[in-house]
């Protein structure tokens, strides 16, 4: 098994185009046995939904899709027996009954889990439990219909054959399973577990429903299964009614509305995170699709790759997620260590570089905090001061005084709350009343006015433009008459005049 970022083709799949395209590839190759890696806590897939899902599947017409077609030779060892995956564990309920507990591998009946689950088991390292809870004929319109959607359409009941029955069923199961992994998983070694994913194939009980209502409930229904396992961002991959191939007739509202799931602007809660796939071109017929093992392992490997590809979209946000918590977490650190401004300038960068994240927000929420505590906010506004007040004190110490005059009237004006603002009021009074400084001024004045000056009066000259050169010449004697400047300027007009 490897961990991988994949790429499969299934709708929404335009919201990963920032995630890397390193492929499971097109043919997988069969179990190693290996075993999984036990430190890491066990990936569970919960599947549920109809008798299609439940497993209609035979293994006599999988045996030539295994045989003749390179892409799912995976499913036979060397000597033509199904291969096994010890890596990937089966638990499937019917009703109250566990039909299976068996590592992963084709059965008399099955159903798409043995797609799903060499995908997911060739996808992680880690150990994979697929729990599957199904039942033929029934609904998400009454069966399967979940809390939020029972609330809203006034279904409280919950005694006899109670609208949300299957739900609650399997729901149960699963959780109990997950509730003693020791008892249920064989190599459980307390490594815990995480709800990778889930994956939902139904529809023919909801025959004739509209779009509208079904979408609806379907939407009700991922949420809910996220907020009953406790992942809210958990994958979920359906795989469409696709009963007599594109003739679709009556189940046509329930496959629009299958495929509208996932588009991003109807549901953007759900972009990137919720994956639809047709399997209208898989192997039409009935709607056990004429019991073809070969269907059955076609559309459970396309709904194995669609969610390779929403982990991969997963995995990608959460690597981004920890290197952004660990930025906070440094600007945190900083913060212990007084080192507010520093704190502060990492804010400002986080602000700045993830521009329009949430990230971004509580950088600037947190700038503003800090700022609003009051011994902090003063704490930073003294740092602030302190790193312009030496700006000043740099180009005072180089004797530009003229620049250090006007940084500190800025600083003045810029930070009237700094504790220093007294002690650098006075300064610069000092420093504009200090004769020497004056003296100083006046004569870096000098030098610049001069220098000036003589260049315009030299270009006009060479450019035979006499009369302005003579006036910057003259501007200079009668500005600054008793300095080296103004007997250059002497000896240039002169020279001018001479000519």
């Excluded at 199904?134 to 219909?145: E, I, K, P």
């Excluded at 994956?199 to 907020?227: P, S, V």
């Excluded at 570089?353 to 905090?369: E, F, P, S, W």
């Amino acid at each position: 098994m490897r961990n991988l970022l994949i790429v499969a083709v299934f709708a929404a799949a335009q919201l990963a185009s920032s995630v890397s395209a390193k492929d499971i590839p097109d043919v997988l190759p069969r179990p190693d046995n290996k075993a999984p890696n036990t430190t890491k806590p066990v990936k569970v897939f919960f599947l549920s939904g109809q008798s299609n899902m439940c497993g209609m599947g035979r293994p006599d017409s999988l045996k030539p899709l295994a045989t003749e077609n390179e892409k799912f030779g995976y499913l036979l060892d060397e000597e033509g027996k199904w291969t096994v995956r010890n890596d990937v564990h089966h638990i499937y309920y019917v009703m109250d009954k566990r039909a299976i507990d068996a590592p992963l591998t084709v059965t008399v009946r099955f159903g798409p889990e043995v797609g799903i689950g060499h995908v997911v088991g060739y996808y992680h390292d880690e150990m994979v439990l697929l729990i599957k809870g199904a039942c033929g004929n029934r609904s998400l319109g009454w069966d399967f219909m979940p809390p939020t959607s029972r609330k809203r359409l006034g279904q409280t009941k919950t005694d006899g054959w109670y609208a949300g029955t299957s739900y609650d069923r399997y729901v149960k199961h699963a959780k109990e399973v997950l509730a003693n992994l020791k008892d249920n998983l064989p190599g459980y070694k307390g490594q815990g577990y995480e709800l990778a994913g889930f994956f939902w194939w139904q529809g023919h009980k909801d025959k004739g429903m509209a779009q509208e209502k079904y979408e609806r409930l379907l939407a009700e229904f991922i949420q809910d299964l996220r907020t009953e396992f406790k992942a809210p961002n958990a994958p979920f991959v359906l795989a469409t009614v696709g009963f007599n191939g594109r003739n679709l007739g009556p189940w046509k509202g329930v496959f629009d509305a299958q495929m509208a799931i996932s588009d991003p602007k109807r549901h953007p809660k759900f972009a990137g995170n919720v994956a639809s796939v047709d399997i209208r071109d898989m192997g039409g017929g009935g709607y056990h699709y004429g019991n073809n093992g070969a269907t059955y392992t076609k559309v459970g490997d396309a709904m194995g790759r669609a969610m390779a590809k929403l982990l991969a979209i997963k995995d990608s946000k959460n690597a981004a997620n920890s290197k952004d918590a660990a930025a906070m977490a440094a600007v945190e650190k900083l913060v212990a260590e007084k080192e507010y401004l520093k704190a502060v300038t990492a804010l400002r960068r986080l602000a700045t570089a993830k521009r329009g994240t949430d990230l971004a927000k509580k950088a600037a929420d947190r700038i503003k905090a800090l700022r609003d505590d009051p011994k902090i906010g003063q704490a930073i506004l003294d740092a602030e001061a302190a790193a312009f007040e030496k700006r000043c004190t740099t180009a005072e110490e180089k004797k530009d005084y003229a620049l250090a005059i006007k940084l500190y009237e800025q600083y003045i004006k810029q930070f009237p709350g700094s504790s220093r603002l007294a002690e650098v009021k006075s300064h610069l009074e000092s420093l504009k009343s200090d004769k020497t400084v004056q003296a100083a001024m006046t004569k870096t004045q000098a030098e610049s006015d001069c220098r000036r000056w003589m260049s315009l009066a030299d270009n006009y000259a060479k450019a035979g433009m006499k009369t302005k050169a003579r006036e910057y010449l003259k501007k200079i004697i009668d500005k600054y008459g008793d300095t080296e400047w103004a007997d250059e300027a002497r000896v240039q007009l002169a020279k001018i005049q001479g000519r």
